[in-house]
């Protein structure tokens, strides 16, 4: 019920019913929510989440949840580790989750099995297996997925096509997914996801040499990670750019994205990002053919590649 969760917060920050009521309900409201026998309204919900300083309505996907407070916590943890791709910290958090029975079951067990295909995806490079799981996920089990989920596998499958050089079947995965996207595209919850799609369409449209798409999508994408604040994968965007204006020898602006890119991996720790960047051959040539500031390279390689020497 959400008047547990009401109740979590509003002891947690040892306040009085009477002084989250104030100007917004009654206490009695207030207790009444708490004990269940009454569901507060949209604007209600809205002025105790402020008074509370936290975000109620995310909670109602959590409500059926044995604990809803450990799952949400627990998802936004998945979630926030699968952007950054620090895939091992990933597997470390979802084995922990598995002692929450919530994780074991629909439609919270997907959130594991997501995260153990990431694993199987990014790190173990076992991307045949992926795609037969995903598969089997999708023919028997569809039905329960969140639209997220459904997203996630998709994005998971569509990756594992790539390397396995499937391209038209990537393809199809790709359409799929822009094709759902487009009915939620001004919705901030899926701005991430948004995102992702697009590299994965941008990684597609370097294996298929379409350039100027390339350079089009990326320039739009940056675009929208930085009016959405979303730039934790801006530097994806900003190598792929990069390519494209290499490719079509737009040198000088080629150049400025590779800048971009590497300045925000020198910024931020991202080694299984420049790792999977470094194995697409046309990024190697782009770094390798344009003349970066030696200041830039060195800080750079010594981040990154300084265990290999």
């Keep these: 019920m959400i008047g547990d969760i009401i109740k979590y917060f509003r002891e947690e920050k040892h306040m009085l019913k009477s002084v989250l009521a104030k100007g917004i309900c009654s206490e009695k409201y207030i207790y009444l929510i708490e004990k269940g026998e009454r569901n507060p309204s949209a604007e209600i919900l809205g002025l105790l989440s402020n008074r509370l300083g936290i975000d109620l309505l995310g909670y109602y996907p959590y409500l059926n949840c044995k604990d809803p407070i450990k799952v949400r916590s627990t998802h936004e943890i998945f979630e926030r580790l699968r952007r950054q791709s620090k895939f091992i910290d990933l597997a470390v958090v979802t084995n922990k989750a598995l002692n929450l029975d919530d994780f074991k079951k629909k439609p919270w067990v997907y959130e594991i099995i997501i995260n153990q295909l990431a694993e199987l995806n990014f790190i173990r490079c076992k991307f045949d297996v992926v795609v037969y799981k995903t598969n089997l996920i999708i023919r028997n089990e569809k039905v329960h997925l969140t639209v997220l989920q459904y997203i996630n596998f998709l994005l998971l499958r569509s990756v594992a096509y790539q390397m396995l050089n499937k391209i038209v079947m990537s393809e199809k995965d790709v359409n799929t997914l822009k094709s759902i996207i487009e009915l939620h595209i001004t919705n901030s919850y ?54 494209a204006q290499f490719e079509l020898k737009l040198f000088d602006q080629a150049l400025s994205a590779l800048k971009c890119c590497i300045n925000h991996l020198i910024t931020y720790d991202k080694p299984i990002d420049v790792s999977l960047l470094f194995a697409v051959e046309e990024f190697r040539k782009t770094y390798s053919a344009l003349s970066l500031p030696s200041f830039i390279v060195i800080d750079f390689e010594k981040k990154y590649f300084h265990h290999q020497q």
């Design 190 to 243: 899926f701005f991430e996801h948004i995102i992702a799609i697009r590299i994965n369409e941008m990684a597609l449209l370097n294996i298929k040499k379409v350039y100027d798409q390339l350079s089009e999508l990326a320039e739009e994408t940056i675009k929208f990670q930085e009016q959405y604040g979303r730039i934790e994968r801006i530097h994806y965007s900003f190598a792929f750019l990069a390519i």
